[in-house]
């Protein structure tokens, strides 16, 4: 049998090469996405680097940890607890002590002036500078106030002696460079006297200790609410020390999600690329049953044709993702999705997954297609129709029904107990696969009266092309379904994924403009920087406003005693101010009624009755029993809590909203704001701009990413679609040199064969859209249920380039092989056999 297999597959190559293609594709690229998963579960070990030359380093302890009956259970604090004075001081009695503080600072066009790129710029002590790697390369230490020395890489502009304007939490000034050390990779940094850190931030950080650590711990006691760090445990006091996992937590997901959908296309293309090459060769089957092989026989020939394919092809995608996952590492560090250092490891795994998924997949595709196979009748080797029969049996329809009833129901369900969890990514990436699967079972159905609808006008058109490109298409099922089961996915998911994101995304800026007032608000942007104080009191002098402050916190909940669950926070300085320059959706209570002894929280909150306590941790790790005074709805998920800026300790102010009242001049409060911004570095915009700003459309990341997803599935569906039509066309020869029979002209048969494609293309597009319109209806009642009024934002250029390239790729992959069959003069083609 093993032999009889090889021989066809030497007689019908041309089937079979499609079918390994796809499959080596398929398998290519599980491993390609399934090595890059792989590295993204270990972060590189690296060493202590800001305090690498400190004996010892205490700080505020920046872990909170809370005992439970299954465990301890932690969870990071936002705002650690600074060392206080006298600690410092105890400590100065044991060896000598450096204070260290960290601030925001910024200088115009730093990443160009100072030519480094870690990021934000922030300000330290010189004091701490022998503690750390800082050496002098120019200059001498800052003695005076005014004085900074900076950090500078290659291409650095600025020099020593030069005057330059910092922003600092004070305000906006400039200072002289008295000196330059180089630059650490891990931050940028400005340095002031001793004198003016402590003026500028009062806060003590942590300090550095020339001391035994024993006598530092016994020194600091039991309950400082401190940490000391010595040896590998002061890369806790670096700047991010998480930083490496918390950059790998987004490539892991993303790469996740691509190798989940690359896994259900290669897995779906693939089993129907096998299926259709069965099916193909119906009229062989029953010539080989006509000559005496039984059922069992014809079976174990297509299995042993799938293994010998399976293997060969599974070996060469292991290859092909071998070379190819190094490449995709590299591209995703350049563009900014993953961190720089990102590479690809050791791990051989995924390539074990991916041979055998791959195997699996290829003997799968063809176990119904060969029991059908074995079930081939003798007589249909006598039937010349081309007209397919029986290409949807009820078992296809049963599970076909079950799956479409299944993603409906999930659909449902989720909108019916939690609408929110429709907005989340996992759920709306995932959420239309099913339909998909379901989609693609149907077509054999679909396809014939949908072909018929869209060539309904067509075929009604002077001349026979329409006519016959829609009988052609409507005869052949078997192969118009697998050839738009590829674009059905292709569309179904560049629609769902960017439509759903783009509209979740204009659902957020919707939310954002009903629940704002404020006619100007201000904010420090990156993660950890505050606005300036001299900025906030010009702000609050200005006649005729209403000034709300707000700082970014966190606050930490053991929910069912068993798990720490830290929640965004924001913490005002007026709950009154704050409800005059905001329209928050409050459920229940009073937001006017929250103070120091109180808090809001959201829906999602376990307790949610007004005028309950709450026991929660806050952002420093002090334990507070809070009463509820407010609930607010969880919408897009936006909703956070509020707390008073009394239980935010150690948190600045990072965001200042101002509403201007109806008896003040706008124009003169427009003038006063704009100059106190720009006096202290400040961008004030109006409320608008500031959403327009704050609110886009997708981070370029998280755009890339799914253009990421996209391009994978469109190269993926693009071999799949060109296979299929080279597989169909070549086996139509003899329809095609019927036609030349009957008197049509090579260009004729052509077009013919190239508007039958586009026929067939535009079919599985509907299916496509019709999935996504599923999907994106779905995403738009979970939105009404959370009462965030938005419109459905469909992305017309990316789903109309998509399925403009099926359609060109289409009619290439359908028009060579009919162009190279139809050199051979007609009557040659007419006469042969399968």
């Avoid at 999600?257 to 299926?275: C, E, K, L, M, R």
Wanted: charge should be positive; hydrophobic fraction near 50%.
């Amino acid at each position: 049998m093993l032999s009889l297999a090889l021989r066809g597959m030497r007689t019908r190559w041309v089937t079979f090469v499609g079918s390994f293609v796809a499959l080596a594709l398929g398998v290519g690229l599980i491993a390609t996405t399934g090595l890059a998963l792989a590295a993204t579960f270990d972060a590189p070990e690296r060493g202590t680097e800001r305090f690498a030359e400190a004996r010892v380093v205490v700080q505020g302890t920046d872990e909170l940890k809370a005992d439970t009956p299954i465990g301890v259970r932690t969870s990071t604090l936002t705002d650690p607890r600074p060392v206080p004075r006298e600690l410092v001081d105890k400590l100065a009695g044991l060896g000598t002590v450096a204070e260290d503080r960290t601030f925001p600072v910024a200088v115009p066009d730093a990443d160009r002036r100072l030519g480094t790129d870690a990021g934000a710029l922030v300000g330290h002590s010189w004091a701490v500078a022998a503690a750390t790697p800082y050496r002098l390369i120019s200059g001498r230490a800052p003695t005076a106030p005014g004085e900074v020395v900076v950090t500078t890489g290659p291409g650095a502009q600025v020099r020593t002696g030069d005057r330059v304007e910092v922003a600092t939490p004070e305000g906006s000034g400039t200072r002289t460079v008295v000196g330059t050390v180089p630059a650490a990779g891990f931050e940028s940094a400005v340095f002031f006297t001793a004198a003016e850190a402590a003026r500028l931030s009062p806060r003590i950080d942590r300090v550095t200790v020339d001391a035994d650590p024993a006598a530092v711990r016994a020194a600091l006691g039991t309950g400082s609410g401190l940490t000391v760090l010595t040896g590998d445990d002061r890369r806790r006091a670096d700047p991010d020390p998480d930083r490496d996992k918390e950059a790998l937590v987004s490539v892991n997901a993303l790469l996740g999600t691509a190798a989940g959908i690359t896994a259900f296309v290669s897995v779906f293309v693939v089993a129907s690329t096998f299926t259709f090459a069965v099916a193909q060769r119906r009229r062989e089957f029953g010539l080989l049953r006509m000559a005496g092989a039984t059922p069992g026989q014809v079976r174990r020939m297509v299995y042993a044709e799938a293994l010998v394919i399976g293997v060969l092809a599974s070996g060469a995608g292991c290859l092909l993702g071998r070379w190819a996952a190094p490449r995709l590492a590299a591209w995703m560090s350049g563009q900014g999705i993953a961190p720089a250092w990102f590479r690809i490891g050791e791990q051989t795994w995924p390539l074990h997954v991916a041979f055998w998924t791959g195997l699996t997949v290829a003997l799968c595709g063809v176990v119904v297609a060969s029991y059908r196979a074995g079930r081939t009748a003798p007589t249909v080797a006598l039937r010349e129709s081309a007209v397919d029969t029986g290409t949807m049996p009820w078992s296809r329809r049963l599970v076909a029904a079950a799956v479409l009833l299944t993603g409906l129901g999930l659909l449902v369900m989720a909108l019916v107990e939690n609408p929110g969890d429709v907005l989340k990514r996992k759920t709306y990436i995932t959420q239309p696969m099913l339909l998909i699967v379901a989609f693609a079972l149907f077509a054999p159905v679909l396809m014939r009266p949908l072909i018929r609808l869209l060539t309904w006008l067509p075929a009604r058109l002077p001349g026979a092309m329409g006519m016959l490109a829609r009988e052609n298409a409507a005869a052949g099922v078997r192969r118009t379904a697998a050839v738009a089961a590829p674009v059905i996915i292709t569309v179904a998911l560049a629609c769902s994924l960017m439509g759903t994101t783009a509209t979740i995304n204009e659902a957020k800026a919707a939310e954002a403009r009903t629940q704002t007032r404020a006619d100007y608000v201000a904010s420090a942007g990156d993660a950890g920087r505050t606005l300036p104080a001299a900025f906030v009191e010009a702000a609050r002098s200005v006649p005729g406003v209403t000034v709300s402050t707000s700082r970014s916190t966190g606050v930490t909940v053991l929910e069912e005693g068993t798990a720490l669950v830290r929640s965004e926070a924001r913490a005002v300085g007026s709950a009154v101010d704050l409800a005059e320059v905001s329209h928050l959706p409050v459920i229940a209570g009073e937001l006017r009624n929250l103070d120091d002894d109180s808090i809001v929280v959201n829906e999602e909150w376990l307790t949610t009755r007004v005028g309950e306590r709450v026991p929660v941790w806050l952002g420093d790790g002090h334990k507070a029993n809070l009463k509820i005074a407010a609930v607010l709805a969880v919408g897009t998920g936006n909703n956070g809590v509020y707390l008073t800026a009394r239980n935010a300790s150690g948190a600045g102010v990072d965001r200042v909203d101002i509403k201007v009242g109806s008896t003040a001049d706008r124009a003169a409060v427009d003038r006063r704001l704009r100059a106190a911004g720009e006096a202290n570095g400040v961008e004030v915009l109006a409320a608008g701009q500031w959403i327009d700003a704050h609110y886009p459309r997708s981070s370029e990341s998280t755009r890339l990413g799914l253009l990421m997803i996209l391009a994978i599935a469109l190269v993926y569906t693009a071999i799949a679609l060109a296979n299929t039509l080279v597989m169909a066309t070549t086996d139509r020869v003899r329809d095609l040199a019927a036609l030349r029979l009957t008197g049509a002209t090579k260009p004729q048969v052509l077009r013919l064969v190239a508007v039958e494609s586009v026929v067939v293309v535009v079919a599985g597009a509907v299916l496509g859209l019709a999935v996504s319109a599923v999907n994106l209806l779905g995403v738009r009642t979970a939105l009404g249920l959370l009462d965030v009024r938005s419109a459905i934002v469909v992305p017309w250029p990316t789903v109309g380039a998509v399925i403009a390239a099926s359609a060109l790729l289409a009619v290439l992959a359908a028009a060579l092989p009919a162009s190279f069959a139809l050199r051979t003069r007609p009557v040659e083609l007419a006469g042969m056999r399968e």
